[in-house]
């Protein structure tokens, strides 16, 4: 979310993002409205005002004209603050479709086509024997079960069996200590949140088709339905943000780094028949995010969004998975976003780069959806910028293992790096 006044004083600014954001928001009708609503605003308190004195002027002496003006003001105010009501609900809804800018180097396009590519790392591999994709290679090595999800659990349902469950928890753990090592604090957050906390992070309304809904709620103590709605979450930050929600921080506390560690879900109703075999677009999967909270100033959350980035990089390196990095486009970037960069890991079966990372710079886009601020030294009061991360997404990082590391006897190397957390360093046929 944006501060009212900075649109207005940026109208066509604002108007250029949502262009080259490929969104349909009619800020001219936003600043109607914003007009209205001071100016009904600003009559509800006069007639407050004239209301006032007049009871003071009643309270000394009954007035038979005085009580007639009075009955007529608050009629007056009545039909004022039904107006305010009525604008208000339109105002709020077109404020929480405002996007955020983005940055003056992002790339201008509607989709991922557009996304521009600014970095290689890694060689990629050489088979001289006809290769398997992860499900292939899953079923031979009895690691993995789709046919079986499937009929427990629906479209894009799955097991990870044997070997492969170990090597999924192998990666999320190694990612895991890796972000504790690093100076980033432990949250484990709830994955069942409020409606807040999704319009917050700015998943409501866009994404709201993508969200699961809960639809037994339970109920509260005195045994009546509880009244609010609830959602699964499709990634921790949403969580790691809400922890901060309505809270005033302390410059000196900046920035703050958490990372997350949750089961995610996704209905994925956006993407009907994209990716529709295997691991790479799933209802459910496990995640390691990070989120950097930091001071109001575009050069120091730049540099927090490069640093998150190197973190997957070193992740992939670790892994020596081959990799390329890109800027997104403007319309592949989600309306609260300034910055955002993907990292696409190679994977053999498609023959191609599939994303596995994302790393978004929002400003103070969410922070003011959330009320998230911080005292500054001189006493001042700003919103925070907030940054996040994907560590890891798993088991999509598993078919870049999986398929990067198979042996022309059927066999999967397991990367060096997790094999101490794994205790086997090959996975092969029983």
Request: net charge neutral.
């Given at each position: 979310?944006?501060?009212?006044?900075?649109?207005?004083?940026?109208?066509?600014?604002?108007?250029?993002?949502?262009?080259?954001?490929?969104?349909?928001?009619?800020?001219?009708?936003?600043?109607?409205?914003?007009?209205?609503?001071?100016?009904?605003?600003?009559?509800?308190?006069?007639?407050?005002?004239?209301?006032?004195?007049?009871?003071?002027?009643?309270?000394?002496?009954?007035?038979?004209?005085?009580?007639?003006?009075?009955?007529?003001?608050?009629?007056?105010?009545?039909?004022?603050?039904?107006?305010?009501?009525?604008?208000?609900?339109?105002?709020?809804?077109?404020?929480?479709?405002?996007?955020?800018?983005?940055?003056?180097?992002?790339?201008?396009?509607?989709?991922?086509?557009?996304?521009?590519?600014?970095?290689?790392?890694?060689?990629?591999?050489?088979?001289?024997?006809?290769?398997k994709d992860h499900i292939e290679l899953g079923k031979d090595l009895d690691i993995i079960d789709t046919e079986t999800g499937v009929k427990v659990s629906g479209f894009r349902g799955y097991y990870l069996k044997n070997q492969g469950a170990i090597l999924h928890w192998?990666?999320?753990?190694?990612?895991?200590?890796?972000?504790?090592?690093?100076?980033?604090?432990?949250?484990?957050?709830?994955?069942?949140?409020?409606?807040?906390?999704?319009?917050?992070?700015?998943?409501?309304?866009?994404?709201?088709?993508?969200?699961?809904?809960?639809?037994?709620?339970?109920?509260?103590?005195?045994?009546?339905?509880?009244?609010?709605?609830?959602?699964?979450?499709?990634?921790?930050?949403?969580?790691?943000?809400?922890?901060?929600?309505?809270?005033?921080?302390?410059?000196?506390?900046?920035?703050?780094?958490?990372?997350?560690?949750?089961?995610?879900?996704?209905?994925?109703?956006?993407?009907?028949?994209?990716?529709?075999?295997?691991?790479?677009?799933?209802?459910?999967?496990?995640?390691?995010?990070?989120?950097?909270?930091?001071?109001?100033?575009?050069?120091?959350?730049?540099?927090?969004?490069?640093?998150?980035?190197?973190?997957?990089?070193?992740?992939?390196?670790?892994?020596?998975?081959?990799?390329?990095?890109?800027?997104?486009?403007?319309?592949?970037?989600?309306?609260?976003?300034?910055?955002?960069?993907?990292?696409?890991?190679?994977?053999?079966?498609?023959?191609?780069?599939?994303?596995?990372?994302?790393?978004?710079?929002?400003?103070?886009?969410?922070?003011?959806?959330?009320?998230?601020?911080?005292?500054?030294?001189?006493?001042?009061?700003?919103?925070?910028?907030?940054?996040?991360?994907?560590?890891?997404?798993?088991?999509?990082?598993?078919?870049?293992?999986?398929?990067?590391?198979?042996?022309?006897?059927?066999?999967?190397?397991?990367?060096?790096?997790?094999?101490?957390?794994?205790?086997?360093?090959?996975?092969s046929k029983k």
């Amino acid at each position: 979310m944006l501060d009212i006044k900075f649109i207005r004083e940026n109208r066509d600014l604002i108007k250029d993002a949502v262009k080259n954001k490929f969104m349909d928001v009619d800020i001219d009708r936003l600043l109607e409205l914003d007009e209205k609503r001071r100016d009904l605003i600003q009559g509800t308190e006069s007639l407050k005002a004239e209301q006032n004195k007049l009871s003071k002027a009643l309270a000394e002496k009954k007035d038979e004209a005085n009580l007639l003006k009075s009955r007529e003001l608050k009629d007056r105010f009545r039909e004022l603050e039904k107006d305010l009501v009525s604008i208000e609900r339109e105002y709020d809804a077109l404020m929480a479709l405002v996007p955020n800018i983005p940055s003056a180097d992002t790339p201008i396009g509607p989709d991922d086509a557009a996304n521009k590519e600014i970095a290689k790392w890694g060689e990629l591999p050489k088979f001289d024997f006809e290769i398997k994709d992860h499900i292939e290679l899953g079923k031979d090595l009895d690691i993995i079960d789709t046919e079986t999800g499937v009929k427990v659990s629906g479209f894009r349902g799955y097991y990870l069996k044997n070997q492969g469950a170990i090597l999924h928890w192998a990666v999320l753990w190694y990612c895991w200590q890796k972000m504790i090592a690093s100076g980033f604090n432990p949250l484990i957050g709830p994955t069942l949140v409020k409606d807040f906390v999704l319009f917050g992070s700015g998943h409501f309304p866009f994404g709201k088709e993508e969200v699961y809904q809960i639809g037994n709620q339970g109920k509260l103590a005195s045994n009546e339905e509880a009244g609010e709605s609830l959602y699964l979450t499709g990634t921790s930050e949403p969580s790691l943000l809400a922890y901060f929600s309505g809270k005033i921080l302390k410059e000196e506390e900046l920035p703050i780094k958490v990372c997350g560690f949750s089961q995610c879900y996704r209905s994925e109703a956006g993407s009907y028949g994209k990716d529709a075999r295997g691991l790479y677009r799933l209802h459910e999967f496990t995640k390691v995010e990070q989120v950097v909270l930091c001071r109001n100033d575009l050069v120091e959350s730049d540099k927090w969004l490069a640093e998150m980035l190197k973190v997957s990089e070193s992740v992939l390196q670790d892994l020596k998975l081959p990799y390329r990095v890109v800027q997104n486009a403007s319309g592949d970037m989600g309306a609260g976003k300034y910055k955002m960069y993907d990292i696409e890991t190679w994977m053999p079966s498609r023959e191609n780069f599939g994303e596995t990372h994302s790393d978004s710079n929002l400003t103070d886009w969410q922070a003011r959806r959330l009320n998230i601020r911080y005292k500054g030294t001189n006493g001042e009061i700003k919103f925070v910028h907030a940054l996040n991360n994907t560590v890891v997404a798993s088991p999509r990082i598993l078919i870049a293992i999986l398929e990067n590391y198979q042996q022309k006897d059927g066999s999967i190397l397991v990367p060096k790096v997790l094999q101490k957390y794994t205790a086997f360093k090959k996975i092969s046929k029983k």
